[in-house]
């Protein structure tokens, strides 16, 4: 980055000599020359001798030796400009004079008026004015400097003119630029904090303008030459300039420059750097006016500086907000906070951003790959606190990360849930790549036409690049501001729906459990005028037989079988009360041993039934309530048996090998994505959670040769009361087994579900 020393003529080099555009006298107190720069003969007309040891008024008439006496020479840093009219051997000429004090020693500096073309005050004054106007209606701060650039061009007429501003380590970057069209941009250039020695910044704070009409100037020494007090020429308007930068503006193809430094908060902000391939003088009066433009210009800086952070905020937060409000509408919080993918980058300003939650990572803009993300949220999570971890230099921090400094240099992690494993990170690349390079830096390291080689832009060059090596920009407070911002919204937004859900939860408990004592206190009670309607109708029936007709005695015969029907349901509904609100009492339990229970007590209650009851191999021992798991398997073998109107009746009772299992599980999965798809935004909570516990459970199934269920009813069947025949028709029911089977089964954590095919049979799987 070749704009090294473009701006940054060191001034605390004090060289003993001036450049050699005016002439520089040294005087007493009394105002007696003390010592001149040797070039007095082409100005003044006399050797240096004649004037050493002479007062001034060998010069300058009483008129002007009032004026320098009126001047406040005593004020520290002030260089006072008055217009001078010397005595020369060839007769009076005019100077802009410039006057200030060393310690006991008052400086004069004489320009000569430039002529023939006076300088137009009016027409400086009314272009200042005009800048100034047009510079207080630009709000944005780069607009601003953008517009003081254009200006400065105006007035001064330099073919480049150029703002740059320190970041705060000291380094640089041009901001603003305006040039002619042939030369190649130095806009987004940085350069060096060492290119700028602190006592130049001090320096530069001092000077309201620094001008180098000529850049390859033969400097002129000072006479007499310094001895041991070497004369402070800080303050100087003609001191000379630096060997180095000479070299450096040489090699860049520019031949004169001015400077005019920006001050924010008695602080050096930046510089308004003038270039021009040619010499330029610039007469006193638009230096001058420039001068006043930089003072108003600095004045300014605060509050443009201060609305362009504000602005700055502005738009983390309405980036944010934006994403907080995806995220409180959206169901899929990954998509709401990932998409649109620049609005999560510039949240805090990053080039890329990696969101994880739980093991899965989504990558944005510019990242290292996903397993270096991997291992970095391992590294950074350690490294965290307060939820926040940040650094603009990870690779020294992390030697891993050399391999992807182009992209991750800073980095930025976010933690939202260390449980959940939930992190977004932020990165941003090495700042040396963000630079703009104008071509390589090496080509403006020339062989001068002496064959010598300018080395310090090189020097300068590599020290800056080892000063920014593996380091990116660095993240501003309000960006971190911003990333813990969006997380405790994130957070409130979580715990927001947590609390939702929860109260939900509580609500649809309480009303459950109502129900269930409502369903028991209901069917309970029930039951006993119930018994009372039955008991009755059979004493009328019995005891007074001979004073009832024949429609009476069936009227009655109806009461009686619709009171007994009625008790079943009520006893139906009243099991399933019932087991919403037992406890359940789970021990390890050998099937083959409760089977065996089931089929005596079937056999017991069916006397000469032609069912086959098949169990193809020995059943394991699970841990379930057996009292509830018997009811299961009786109720769904009583099924195959009632529902089937084959010759030959089988059941068999088996469960299935793991593979079987993962493929019913597959499928299985597909009809319960299918049900989710259906019940839209509300999956089954049921549905899933056992979904999710079923991968290690042992399906096991209820086969049988029976009548089938049409498709249609795969699900229904399992609802209260459902029956899909008349009363009369296999041995009647009441619909309410498979109810409570499955009522069971997700007591246990397991579901229930069916596969059949009309007319063949049906197998009704289950797990515990
Ligand atoms: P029910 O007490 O009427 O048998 P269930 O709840 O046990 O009530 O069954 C509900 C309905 O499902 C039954 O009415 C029947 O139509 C059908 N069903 C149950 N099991 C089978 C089976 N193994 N084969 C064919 N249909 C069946």
Redesign the pocket.
């Known amino acids: 980055m070749e704009l090294l020393l473009t701006s940054h003529d060191d001034l605390s080099f004090n060289p003993g000599s001036i450049q050699p555009h005016g002439v520089l006298l040294a005087l007493s107190t009394q105002l007696v020359i003390l010592q001149v720069s040797s070039n007095t003969q082409d100005y003044l007309g006399k050797r240096p001798q004649e004037l050493l040891g002479q007062p001034l008024s060998s010069l300058l008439d009483a008129l002007c030796l009032e004026a320098i006496a009126q001047l406040p020479i005593n004020e520290i840093d002030t260089i006072n400009y008055l217009k001078l009219s010397v005595r020369t051997n060839e007769g009076k000429r005019d100077f802009d004079g410039f006057v200030h004090r060393v310690e006991n020693t008052i400086i004069l500096e004489l320009e000569p008026t430039q002529s023939p073309v006076p300088v137009n005050f009016l027409n400086i004054h009314t272009l200042i004015k005009g800048a100034i106007a047009k510079l207080k209606r630009t709000n944005n701060l780069i607009d601003f400097l953008q517009l003081t650039a254009q200006q400065v061009r105006n007035i001064t007429g330099f073919d480049r003119v150029m703002v740059y501003q320190f970041d705060h380590q000291g380094a640089g970057v041009v901001i603003a630029e305006v040039k002619t069209e042939e030369l190649s941009p130095y806009l987004g250039l940085h350069y060096p904090a060492t290119d700028i020695p602190r006592g130049a910044k001090d320096l530069y704070k001092r000077n309201p303008l620094r001008i180098i009409p000529c850049i390859h100037a033969q400097p002129v020494e000072l006479i007499p030459t310094a001895d041991d007090t070497t004369l402070d020429l800080s303050l100087s308007v003609l001191r000379s300039v630096d060997p180095c930068c000479v070299e450096y503006h040489q090699n860049m193809g520019v031949a004169a420059l001015m400077v005019i430094p920006l001050i924010k908060d008695e602080k050096l902000w930046g510089l308004i750097s003038c270039h021009h391939q040619t010499p330029r003088y610039v007469p006193y009066e638009i230096r001058a006016g420039c001068e006043f433009l930089g003072q108003i210009v600095s004045s300014e800086l605060a509050n443009k500086v201060i609305q362009e952070e504000v602005d700055y905020k502005i738009r983390l937060e309405s980036l944010r907000s934006s994403v907080v409000e995806s995220i409180s509408q959206a169901d899929n919080f990954r998509d709401a906070l990932i998409q649109p993918e620049p609005r999560l980058l510039g949240i805090v300003g990053a080039t890329g951003a990696a969101v994880c939650l739980d093991s899965e990572i989504s990558l944005l803009g510019a990242t290292p790959d996903i397993e270096n993300v991997r291992s970095l949220i391992t590294w950074a999570d350690a490294q965290e606190k307060d939820n926040i971890f940040y650094t603009d230099s990870l690779p020294k921090l992390y030697p891993e990360a050399e391999t992807f400094k182009d992209t991750a240099s800073g980095l930025l992690l976010l933690r939202i849930s260390k449980l959940r494993h939930y992190y977004i990170l932020w990165f941003r690349p090495e700042v040396i790549r963000t630079v703009n390079w104008a071509g390589n830096p090496n080509e403006s390291i020339q062989v001068n036409s002496d064959g010598t080689i300018t080395l310090c832009p090189r020097k300068s060059f590599e020290k800056w690049q080892e000063l920014v090596r593996l380091t990116s920009v660095p993240w501003q407070k309000c960006e971190l501001d911003s990333a813990l911002s969006l997380r405790n919204a994130i957070v409130g937004i979580v715990l927001k729906k947590a609390e939702e859900l929860a109260k939900i939860n509580q609500e649809l408990e309480t009303i459950n459990r109502e129900l269930a004592s409502f369903a028991y206190a209901a069917s309970h009670d029930l039951k006993e005028p119930l018994r009372g309607i039955y008991n009755y109708s059979i004493i009328l029936l019995e005891d007074y037989a001979s004073v009832l007709d024949e429609d009476a005695t069936d009227y009655l015969q109806t009461v009686i079988s619709l009171s007994v029907r009625m008790e079943t349901l009520i006893n139906g509904l009243l099991r399933l009360s019932q087991l919403g609100q037992a406890a359940l009492h789970l021990q390890a339990v050998n099937l083959n041993e409760l089977l065996e229970q089931v089929i005596n007590v079937f056999d017991a209650s069916h006397q000469q039934h032609n069912l086959e009851i098949r169990i193809p191999k020995a059943l394991p021992t699970i841990q379930c309530d057996p009292v509830l798991v018997n009811e299961v398997f009786s109720?769904l073998i009583t099924?195959?048996f009632?529902?089937n109107d084959k010759a030959e009746k089988w059941v068999e009772i088996g469960y299935l090998d793991r593979e079987d299992a993962g493929n019913q599980e597959t499928q299985r999965q597909g009809e319960t994505e299918n049900l989710n798809e259906r019940l839209s935004a509300s999956p089954h909570p049921s549905l899933s959670t056992s979904f999710l516990d079923s991968q290690p459970a042992i399906t096991f199934y209820v086969r049988?040769n029976?009548?089938?269920?049409p498709v249609h009813h795969h699900q229904t069947?399992f609802k209260l009361f459902?029956?899909?025949?008349t009363q009369e028709k296999y041995g009647g029911?009441?619909?309410?087994?498979?109810?409570i089977a499955k009522k069971i089964i997700e007591r246990h954590g397991g579901q229930i579900w069916v596969e059949?095919t009309a007319g063949e049979g049906?197998t009704f799987y289950l797990t515990l």
Do not use: V
């Open positions: 109720n099924n195959a009632k529902y049988d029976g009548i089938g269920i069947i459902k029956r899909l025949h029911g009441t619909g309410a087994g498979l109810a059949s049906s």
